[in-house]
């Protein structure tokens, strides 16, 4: 419906969406298939494999490396092939081409209860 400069939208049904919590996984292994959801205006899903785990950061754990290109948005998902989260995209601290993620596990116990 338009009135004036401004429309207004309404659905036409209501939509059901059922979401089922976020599975954490435990750890990685070195390479293991790993996928990352990332974007703003459009989604991007990048596949790629676990190729290091650097203890050299400033990071008190060992922050997982990947073959997935650097790039993504800080926070963005890092994912096993059961679609168990892994780690969050750290980019900021990485010290090549290479995507870096921040372990779920070690910022899942950071997190108070």
Do not use: C, N
């Not at 205006?41 to 203890?55: C, K, N, V």
């Not at 890092?78 to 779920?104: E, M, Q």
């Amino acid at each position: 419906q338009l009135e004036g400069d401004v429309a207004f939208l309404a659905p036409m049904r209501s939509i059901s969406i059922e979401f089922k919590p976020v599975a954490f996984a435990a750890s990685g292994r070195l390479g293991e298939a790993v996928w990352s959801l990332s974007g703003t205006s459009t989604y991007e899903l990048a596949q790629g494999m676990i190729t290091e785990f650097d203890p050299d950061t400033e990071a008190k754990v060992p922050i997982i490396r990947t073959s997935i290109p650097r790039g993504h948005i800080p926070g963005a998902p890092l994912f096993d092939a059961v679609g168990g989260v892994l780690g969050i995209s750290t980019d900021s601290i990485s010290k090549d081409h290479r995507g870096s993620f921040y372990p779920i596990a070690a910022a899942r116990d950071g997190i108070p209860k």
